[in-house]
């Protein structure tokens, strides 16, 4: 399948999350995203994974706290200055449930994008290819970078333990980040980027199973404005 | 009609306090591989990218004299438009790859000199042939090794069909044979290369010619032969480090492995029933090509890792020093920065940077030091714990032959308080630190 076809279904597939009104719909579409992850290698995904069921667990547990909907209280809890009374009504627990599922279903959709899919081929035609293409590598870059910063950390006796510890690597990671990217670019002027005449590789021809992958992304987005 | 000349060059880097190249006059002949030497800091990256036109068109700073390569001035060039007639292959292979899969990494440089899209691929699978790597062509970059990515940015530049190549450590992440198989790759192209090297005794093997560089000046430019002479008498270090004369005290055992076992993926192995014994006084060097496991022993022994099976036992605190230098620049000051380790503690700090000749320099930005500089403070930040273990990995990398000579002194200095174990590549530097060598490969060989 062509990459552009799968991005497609991709994208569809968030939208149809994102417009879903039911629960069900939204769970279903996150749980189709959540299995199509697991393809890719379990070290990879692990990190794209756990972000993006802590981030949907966190939508759930607060906004229950923060939403002020429903008429039928489960809990009610002291009064809070500026919030003022809290409390969960079982209307906030599903309104809650429905924008976790949503990101969730981003969040693997993302996940898969950038896991499973050639983005070489995806993005060559278009101007902004190749700065798109390098921030799509700059997450495992900052990742491996962290990873490295930890490991030396550890190989002089200093634990690093907690968000407050490991936030003293915000600095040093960004600094890696700007002396990388200007190597790189070093690099990309030395190998011809940015001169005229620029040509691309033949790129491989649109199949039947391709158009009907784009067809079965608009089928899914109107889905999920119709009926999920 | 030499392919490229250099006439009377004198580069200053902007806000330098000097020039980093003076006043170089050289011309290179089509097909002629050229070792360019010289210690660290000598100009010889500089004048690399001056063949490439990187200076003064990137880097900016001031440029007197020409350089001219098939007849362009590079003045009148840009890089982008010398791509192709000159290619660039530079230190660290991270740095410089920019697509995620092989093939399309190979074709990048090819798309961007307007090569024909039919030949495009034909051209980039030939080109990682060339280099014994068309296995590589279908992979993600992420999954090869440094050794191999190497590889596949020499294709990226073999596949420009260029006049002039030009080389910047290409094999700092090689093994001893690898290394040697792509300096022959480079010599059997038929293509004029300049290739900067730390480990002179190989390329000398694989070059017609020699340029000795230091302090930005050129000190010699010689046929091989000649440059042998001139550097066994002038600069010996060069030709190879002498054997150590210590003798290891072997008292009590400070690390042990036994029966170890690791795999980063499950069911795929890296290390398997491997036993270790290293004691206080003794250095011990860890080899083999590539892949080995040498990096993941050394970190098992180090307790960075803890074994999927089998016994790994340490006394005492273990120090490990990693091959990147950069991954020791957290802090805002060089002294924090070695401080980190003690608590704070800036007497030990500072004591250890004067150890290592980084006096005067504490308050200084660890980004803003050389990169001699960074490996000497990455190195104080792990000597000032005073670890019963000290664990190196590649700690020549990118330094020169006449500071291995110092850093194998700095080395021997305490030795004999810790155990040491010592991950390389380099032959000549373990010769003369080791007491020991394990040489890993399918059955592990002591010497």
Wanted: hydrophobic share 50%; proline share 5%; glycine share 10%.
């Amino acid at each position: 399948m062509r990459p552009a076809a799968a991005l497609a279904l991709l994208a569809a597939l968030a939208i149809a999350a994102l417009l879903a009104q039911h629960v069900a719909g939204a769970a279903f579409v996150a749980l189709v995203l959540f299995a199509v992850c697991l393809r890719a290698p379990s070290e990879r995904r692990r990190l794209y994974l756990v972000g993006t069921l802590v981030s949907a667990a966190g939508v759930f547990v607060l906004t229950p706290l923060i939403e002020t909907i429903g008429s039928h209280p489960i809990w009610t809890g002291p009064i809070v200055p500026v919030l003022g009374q809290i409390d969960v009504t079982s209307e906030e627990l599903s309104s809650a449930a429905l924008n976790a599922l949503r990101l969730a279903a981003v969040g693997f959709a993302f996940a898969a994008y950038a896991l499973l899919l050639d983005h070489d081929g995806l993005l060559q035609a278009v101007r902004f290819a190749r700065p798109a293409a390098l921030a799509t590598r700059l997450m495992p870059t900052l990742e491996r970078d962290a990873a490295g910063f930890l490991e030396a950390l550890r190989g002089r006796g200093v634990d690093v333990n907690g968000v407050r510890g490991r936030a003293v690597l915000l600095s040093p990671l960004l600094a890696s980040a700007l002396e990388r990217g200007l190597n790189l670019a070093e690099a990309m002027e030395a190998r011809g980027y940015g001169r005229a005449g620029r040509t691309s590789v033949p790129q491989p021809p649109w199949r039947v199973r391709d158009a009907m992958c784009v067809a079965l992304a608009v089928a899914i987005v109107a889905a999920g404005a119709l009926w999920l | 009609m030499a392919l490229a000349r250099v006439d009377r060059l004198t580069f200053t880097y902007p806000d330098a306090s000097g020039p980093a190249l003076r006043d170089i006059s050289l011309q290179i002949e089509p097909g002629e591989v050229v070792a360019v030497l010289g210690p660290s800091g000598s100009g010889k990256s500089t004048l690399l990218r001056a063949f490439a036109g990187l200076v003064p068109h990137f880097h900016g700073g001031r440029f007197d004299g020409r350089v001219e390569i098939a007849g362009h001035d590079t003045r009148s060039l840009r890089p982008a438009e010398l791509a192709g007639i000159v290619a660039s292959v530079f230190q660290d292979p991270e740095e410089q790859i920019v697509l995620s899969r092989v093939i399309r990494e190979v074709a990048f440089g090819l798309e961007n000199i307007g090569a024909a899209p039919d030949e495009i691929f034909e051209r980039a699978r030939a080109a990682l042939a060339t280099v014994g790597s068309e296995h590589l062509a279908d992979r993600t970059v992420a999954e090869l090794s440094g050794g191999e990515l190497q590889r596949v940015c020499l294709a990226s530049a073999v596949a420009l069909r260029p006049k002039l190549l030009l080389l910047d450590e290409p094999t700092s992440q090689l093994d001893p044979d690898a290394a040697d198989g792509f300096l022959g790759h480079v010599a059997g192209l038929g293509i004029a290369a300049l290739i900067s090297d730390h480990r002179p005794r190989r390329v000398l093997e694989h070059a017609d010619r020699v340029l000795f560089l230091e302090d930005g000046r050129v000190l010699l430019d010689a046929a091989v032969p000649a440059a042998r002479e001139w550097l066994e008498e002038n600069r010996p270090a060069w030709l190879g480090a002498a054997a150590n004369g210590r003798v290891a005290l072997h008292a009590e055992t400070v690390c042990r492995l036994e029966g170890v076992q690791f795999a980063y993926r499950a069911g795929l192995p890296v290390v398997d029933d491997v036993d270790l014994k290293l004691r206080r006084g003794e250095i011990v060097a860890l080899a083999g090509p590539n892949g080995t496991g040498k990096t993941t022993i050394a970190k098992l022994a180090a307790g960075l890792l803890v074994p999927d099976a089998g016994t790994a036992e340490l006394r005492g605190r273990s120090g490990m020093l990693l091959q990147d230098p950069t991954r020791y620049c957290i802090r805002e000051r060089v002294d924090e920065e070695v401080a980190l380790g003690v608590g704070g503690d800036h007497a030990r700090a500072r004591t250890a940077l004067g150890a290592l000749g980084l006096a005067g320099m504490e308050s200084r930005h660890p980004r803003d030091l050389s990169s001699g500089e960074r490996e000497r403070l990455a190195l104080a930040s792990v000597l000032v714990i005073e670890p019963d273990l000290l664990v190196l990995d590649e700690p020549t990398r990118g330094v020169d032959p006449q500071r291995k000579v110092e850093l194998a002194e700095l080395l021997r200095t305490g030795a004999e308080r810790r155990a040491t174990l010592l991950v390389t590549h380099d032959e000549d530097f373990a010769h003369a630190l080791a007491d020991r060598s394990i040489v890993l490969g399918k059955e592990p060989i002591v010497v």
